[in-house]
């Protein structure tokens, strides 16, 4: 019973490490150059004055800076 | 968030009418946090236009901060990597925008081009007169010259009107100051477009209305304790002080905006 136990937590850390290493491979959402941008804030940008989202930043070149690692 | 943040706020200084700096904010404060942060580093005292967010709009791939993405004006992006390995870069592409942008586009017909540049100069009035002279029944200009007129006005258009709403939600939200300003140079730019002079006189019809003179009352009173809150810092602006204004014009946009820098004072 304990080594059928012991097996099966095994079996669920082993799966639950292969899709965290899946996941973090996952580069559906990763931007490269040429790749056309569309984003919507839910909530307004500090010192935004109404800007909602990306394509209210239209007519400028926009500089996104990460402090964060995506 | 370090020592790479002074040097795109100087870039968004140097480049205001082309650069918009955004930054994303990754790690576990508040936005309130956040905000508090900025201002206690002065960031704000310098009148920065960039803003802040702790949504990120998309992921940049990199494993070292801070990282960047380049979008063009129409969101494409045009570069990704690490700020600080490629800040010459991005110095590079901002100054080559500007230039082309002052010079107007290369891949548009000279009479067209001009134009765009001449809009950007902060002439729109005057090069949208002189595209839609282009267009108009008549004109001897080529059909090459006439669709690329016919874009342009379509673009440029466009950009007034995003000018127009952002002046409209600047009213809508009580920063009034800010409308003056921009209403101001709408005003001049836009001088003999018949077609906009009446949108620009609604604005500034409404600025100056009798409806709005305690809102603006109100927004004088906070924009002076702003001045204080982003040259001195948070400790030096109590809440108390903010309330004060909040309790002095209830249910005003300037109330508000006083709440929401109690949140900010308070979160540091």
Known sequence: MRRTSTALRLTGLTLALVLTSLLARDTSAQVYPGLQTKFDFTRSLINGRGTTKLADLEGKLVWVEFWGTY | ?268
């Open chain 2, 1 to 268: 968030m370090g020592t790479s943040v002074p040097a795109a706020l100087k870039l968004q200084d140097e480049y205001q009418d082309s650069l918009q700096v955004v930054f994303i904010e990754g790690s576990r404060v508040t936005s309130d946090q956040m905000h508090a942060f900025a201002i206690d580093k002065g960031w704000f005292d310098v009148g920065t236009a960039a803003m802040w967010s702790k949504e990120a709009p998309f992921k940049t791939g990199e494993s070292v901060i801070p990282s960047y993405a380049l979008l063009d004006p129409t969101g494409k992006v045009l570069l990704k990597g690490v700020t600080t390995r490629d800040h010459k870069k991005i110095e590079e592409a901002l100054e080559e925008f500007a230039k082309a942008r002052k010079k107007g586009p290369k891949d548009l017909p000279k009479a067209v081009s001009k134009q765009v540049a001449e809009f950007y100069k902060g002439k729109p009035g005057k090069a949208l007169k002189a595209l839609s002279a282009l267009t108009a029944e008549g004109s001897r200009a080529s059909s090459e010259d006439q669709a690329a007129a016919q874009t342009a006005i379509d673009t440029l258009t466009a950009a007034v009107e995003r000018d127009l709403k952002r002046l409209d939600w600047l009213l809508d939200n009580g920063f009034y100051a800010v409308a003056e300003d921009e209403l101001s140079d709408l005003r001049k730019g836009l001088k003999g477009a018949d077609e906009w002079t009446t949108a620009v006189a609604e604005r500034s019809t409404r600025l100056e209305s009798d409806e709005l003179k305690s809102e603006r009352s109100a927004e004088k009173a906070l924009l002076k304790l702003q001045k204080k809150l982003y040259s001195k810092g948070t400790g030096k602006v109590s809440a108390k002080s903010l309330s004060a204004i909040a309790e002095k014009y209830p249910g005003s946009q300037a109330a508000a905006r006083a709440e929401a820098l109690i949140a900010v004072v308070e979160a540091d």
